[in-house]
């Protein structure tokens, strides 16, 4: 029997109100997703400007500051020369530990080390080193990072002078507040975010807070150096009795001389080929000389206070100038824009010493290679470019004596050890000469 026809319209009519009714549902919730959606994708916008934002922060934060310090803070930190420093990189060196580290770059040119921008710094270190290229010698701003408990007092004692004091300022003392080390290290080249240098005497992971090019016409006032007079210009608080009581800085020991004097020759022998086997001795710098030297400073000094009429201006270094007056504080104009430095840094009493190498420590030497040498049955350098440069790292460092104080005059002991690159350095200090047996090894 088939069913009525009024009750199959009556399902059809149904059906069709549940169809309509499930349309409705539909489009209401096409609509609330399409919302939801639209919703979402708001939040995400927002969201993601807030991670630039805190990327952009976090940035900053890496580098100047705290993460808890608020932008207003900072500013206020900064304006108190308070803020927060964060290295730009770390320096890779071929010294590993103060010990047997130069005391001034320009005792040891041929050292060699690294430095690579860090990226946490700039998204594109690289960037940041663009056009720097062209400057031969930058300066680097770094943190004495192993002073360690950042003792430091007024008055320090430099190795070199032998326990006598002087003011902190005066030298170029790691042992400082803030333990700011500045060195003007020779730029040999960039490759990507790293800068490759020579004439260095920092060690391997010192923290670096800035480089900046040298650029003599801002850095460099004028200097006496091409000038036969240049001795003229300098100045020392000593007098002639009281010079040889100073002994010259550790800091920048004239290397230009060596020991004339027994006490004080060296005889060191670790390593070195045999035609490196004696210091070429250039130039010479003796306690006379430096007395000479002062009393012509002295001289000058009485010439500068004397008023024109006094005496008429004939000193070596201002003949040169064409404005011969004095100034209101009495010095002449012209002279005041040369560069002076203290007597004992320019010429210090105290001679450096000789450097020589034993036949042994030569022939270990010359077994080291070059770092870009692929031969691996040798030892082989990190940083330097073959034995010829470690010869003239060990000079440099040796004949400015990196010794202390204490152990030059208290230690019986005559030898000392230090790492140059991938080669330990064993040497013997004597009064005249001595003998080294020990050898050079890796
Ligand atoms: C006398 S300081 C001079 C440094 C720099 N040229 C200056 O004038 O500020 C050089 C000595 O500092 C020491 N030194 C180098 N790097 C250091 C570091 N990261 N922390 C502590 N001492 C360091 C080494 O012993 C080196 O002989």
């Known amino acids: 029997m088939s069913p009525p026809v009024c009750s199959c319209a009556e399902q059809v009519r149904k059906l069709t109100q549940q169809a309509s009714v499930m349309r409705r549902e539909i489009k209401n919730l096409r609509q609330q997703m399409d919302g939801a959606i639209r919703a979402h994708k708001k939040q995400m916008s927002s969201l993601q400007s807030m991670l630039t934002d805190c990327k952009h922060e976090d940035k900053l934060q890496s580098v100047s500051k705290s993460p808890t310090q608020s932008p207003s803070e900072i500013k206020q930190l900064l304006e108190q020369g308070r803020i927060q420093t964060v290295p730009i990189g770390y320096i890779s060196s071929c010294f590993a530990v103060k010990n047997g580290t130069p005391r001034q770059p320009t005792i040891c040119s041929s050292s060699r080390a690294s430095l690579k921008i ?6 594109n270190p690289e960037h940041s080193l663009v056009g720097l290229e062209q400057y031969s010698h930058i300066w680097i701003i770094f943190l004495f990072h192993k002073n360690g408990q950042m003792n430091y007092k007024a008055k320090v004692k430099p190795p070199r002078l032998n326990g006598q004091r002087v003011g902190v300022y005066s030298t170029r003392s790691p042992h400082r507040p803030n333990a700011l080390g500045l060195t003007l290290a020779k730029l040999e080249g960039i490759t990507g975010d790293t800068l490759h240098l020579s004439g260095v005497d920092i060690i391997a992971g010192t923290p670096v807070l800035d480089i900046k090019p040298y650029i003599p016409d801002y850095d460099s006032p004028k200097t006496r150096r091409d000038d036969t007079n240049s001795e003229y210009r300098q ?3 000593f007098t002639d ?8 800085l550790d800091e920048e020991p004239n290397i230009s001389g060596t020991s004339s004097e027994p006490s004080s020759v060296l005889r060191i022998c670790p390593a070195g080929p045999s035609d490196f086997s004696q210091s070429e001795r250039s130039g010479s710098s003796d306690v006379t000389d430096v007395l000479a030297e002062v009393k012509n400073y002295v001289k000058q000094q009485q010439l500068f206070t004397e008023s024109p009429e006094d005496k008429q201006t004939d000193s070596p270094e201002c003949t ?3 404005t011969n007056h004095l100034s209101s504080s009495g010095l002449k104009f012209g002279c005041e824009d040369y560069s002076t430095i203290a007597a004992w840094v320019r010429a210090p009493p105290v001679s450096n010493l000789d450097v020589r190498f034993t036949a042994n420590a030569e022939k270990e030497l010359k077994e080291f290679v070059s770092c870009n040498s692929t031969d ?8 330097l470019k073959g034995p010829e440069e470690a010869v003239a790292a060990i000079k440099g460092i040796l004949s400015a004596d990196p010794r202390s104080v204490y152990r030059r005059t208290r230690c019986q002991d005559r030898l ?3 790492t ?9 200090f004597g009064d005249g000469f001595a003998e080294d047996e020990r050898d050079l090894t890796m």
């Open 320 to 322: 040169s100038l064409s």
């Open 416 to 418: 000392f050890f230090f």
């Open 118 to 123: 860090e990226p946490s710094v700039f998204n």
């Open 420 to 428: 140059l690159d991938t080669a330990d350095i064993t040497c013997w």
């Open 235 to 237: 100045t020392s608080p």
């Open 376 to 383: 691996r049955t040798r030892p082989k350098f990190q940083f």
């Open 241 to 248: 009795s009281q010079m040889p009581q100073v002994m010259d």
